[in-house]
């Protein structure tokens, strides 16, 4: 074989001999880790390893092995966590769990319903862990049998709550979401500055509460789509696929039933354009149910998710 000279080269001046694209991709990499570090410096707030969470979080860490364990499948791709180490610090004090979540199958179909129930129903039968959907077909006739077969959960990294939020019952959905907002403050982000993005939800929610109180009374079902929209639900509220995904892994790796005896409140919308709530897990399976805004009960409450 031909002596190839320039190899020697390539050792004293790399860049030298690297094409045009491979510059530039290393730019833009360089580019967006320095970003991400100068951002780290400028909150104060520095992001976290994946060992150091599980370290911090033990069995209440439910990541790729725990994916793989579930359903079947490594993901090709995990993200980076994008919470701070304070931020999963105080979650960890509030009883949070850390959660990544996938929106497809091994095979690339949605992570819906349906899909959640076929992986699930010959396993926990085997494993003596009862039912995850309260029937199936039940599910599928009520949410639509479009939705039970397309509709997954947002992919990345989530803090759930495993219980609801303390005083979250007996409130309607706009109290429950000042519950939310007084949870954001005085806990999540203690003594640390809250993120611009859920600022600006809160300054949403805050400049519509009186308009969609007022609206919940005259067309409640036009008050719960506006409710689905707004920036603070989706930031901190489970649709209905990421719920039951949540519950099935925590019980599945676990053997325990979050949500035992209680719902939680969504930001889903039903059918007839009711908010979906779900919950009651037992051995039976996940029960849902939907409600008017301006309802109350004693055993809907509200489980924190917090996703970006």
């Known amino acids: 074989m031909p002596f190839e000279a320039y ?14 694209t491979q510059k530039k991709a290393e ?26 969470a599980k ?32 931020e999963l610090e105080r979650a960890k004090e509030m009883g949070q769990m850390l959660l990544l979540r996938v929106e497809q199958t091994e095979d690339g179909k949605p992570m819906s319903l349906e899909a959640i129930n076929d992986i699930l129903v010959k396993k926990w039968k085997k494993e003596g862990k009862g039912e995850i959907l309260k029937t199936a077909d039940g599910w599928k006739n009520w949410i639509g049998e479009d939705r039970f077969k397309k509709e997954a959960p947002r992919s990345g990294w989530a803090l759930v709550s495993k219980d609801l939020l303390p005083d979250s019952t007996s ?16 806990e999540a982000f203690k003594d640390v500055e809250v993120p611009e993005e859920y ?19 005259t067309n409640w ?11 603070i639900t989706k930031l901190t509220r489970q649709i209905f696929p990421e719920a039951i995904y949540d519950v099935a892994m925590y019980h599945d790796r676990h053997n325990k039933r979050m949500l035992s005896g209680k719902y939680t409140w969504t930001a889903s919308l039903s059918p007839d354009g009711a908010l979906v709530n779900l ?30």
């Open 7 to 20: 190899k020697l080269y390539q050792e004293y001046e790399p860049d030298k001999y690297k094409t045009s």
């Open 27 to 52: 730019g833009v990499l360089k580019e967006a880790e320095t970003l991400r570090q100068t951002q780290g410096k400028e909150t104060g707030l520095e992001t976290v390893e994946f060992q150091e």
């Open 55 to 86: 370290e911090l979080f033990g069995e209440d860490l439910l990541g790729p092995e725990e994916i793989e364990k579930t359903w079947g499948f490594r993901p090709d791709e995990i993200p980076e966590i994008p919470f701070s180490r304070e």
């Open 171 to 186: 409130k309607n959905y706009i109290e429950q979401t000042d519950v939310i907002i007084k949870t954001l403050r005085e």
């Open 199 to 217: 600022e600006e939800a809160i300054r949403e929610f805050e400049a519509n509460k009186d308009r969609l109180t007022k609206l919940m009374s």
């Open 221 to 231: 079902q036009e008050a719960a789509k506006q409710l689905s929209e707004l920036k």
């Open 279 to 308: 919950g009651y897990f037992d051995s039976e399976g996940v029960s849902g149910h939907w409600g008017a805004p301006g309802g109350r009960r004693g055993d809907l409450g509200v489980s924190l998710s917090r996703r970006l």
